[in-house]
């Protein structure tokens, strides 16, 4: 069965500095990937997806992740952080019907 | 455009009450439904889902159970909530894609 791994619980960047959230996942095949944040009390949003071709994907909110194969990983990056960016990250994976989230990474942004 | 309506908002619910939480979504057609309950600390745990009207697949055994009755309507159902039922629920919608998240829905059972 398929299955996100997201080894960091929390994590804490000041403003301006750069931000890496880990993802790995575990599936046969070439899997569909995502990643969602979410805010305090509310549903979660889509930053960005991966399907197939380039293996670094540009999301919204200038986020960018890169499919690494080799690695089964699917790091999510952003080269400076702004302290709206504090919220909760969830990496997913998708498999037939099925969409199958890691257990999230809090990020809080320092002053 | 498509949007995705999931109420009510907060909740507080007796130990076995009933429960009933309804997801509807607009713009789309046959769309994959879900529901998602998340807990503190554990992620999204994926409680149903549907390819079509009448079609649920159950991911976690448990008291609650799911219903489509309508295209794009799902309906999360309990007859006797327990503590444990308590959590943020989330309906989501997609096609074969990503999925689309209402805001939730924060149960309390006292």
């Known amino acids: 069965a398929q299955s996100v791994t997201q080894p960091d619980i929390h994590i804490t960047v000041s403003e301006g500095a750069s931000l890496e959230l880990r993802c790995n996942y575990s599936?046969?095949?070439?899997?569909?990937l995502f990643w969602y944040v979410q805010s305090p009390g509310q549903g979660l949003q889509l930053l960005l997806k991966?399907?197939?071709?380039?293996?670094l994907v540009q999301g919204i909110k200038g986020f960018e992740a890169e499919f690494k194969r080799s690695q089964s990983s699917f790091n999510l990056r952003k080269p400076s952080v702004h302290w709206s960016d504090a919220a909760e990250y969830f990496c997913?994976?998708?498999?037939?019907?099925?969409?199958?989230f890691g257990t999230g990474t809090r990020l809080q942004v320092t002053l | 455009s498509q949007t995705i309506h999931q109420w009510p908002a907060t909740l507080v619910q007796p130990v076995g009450s009933p429960l009933s939480l309804e997801c509807t979504v607009e713009?789309?057609?046959?769309?994959?439904l879900y529901w998602y309950r998340q807990a503190a600390g554990r992620g999204l745990q994926l409680l149903f889902y549907?390819?079509?009207?009448?079609?649920i697949s159950s991911e976690v055994p448990q008291n609650l159970s799911a219903s489509r009755p309508q295209d794009r309507q799902f309906i999360l159902s309990s007859k006797k909530l327990l503590l444990s039922d308590s959590g943020f629920y989330l309906c989501?919608?997609?096609?074969?894609?990503?999925?689309?998240f209402g805001q939730g829905t924060r149960l309390t059972v006292v």
């Open positions: 997913a994976v998708r498999t037939a019907s099925k969409l199958t």
């Open positions: 713009g789309t057609s046959n769309p994959n």
């Open positions: 989501a919608w997609g096609k074969n894609t990503e999925a689309f």
């Open positions: 599936y046969g095949a070439t899997p569909y």
């Open positions: 991966y399907f197939s071709g380039d293996t």
């Open positions: 549907s390819v079509g009207i009448g079609q």
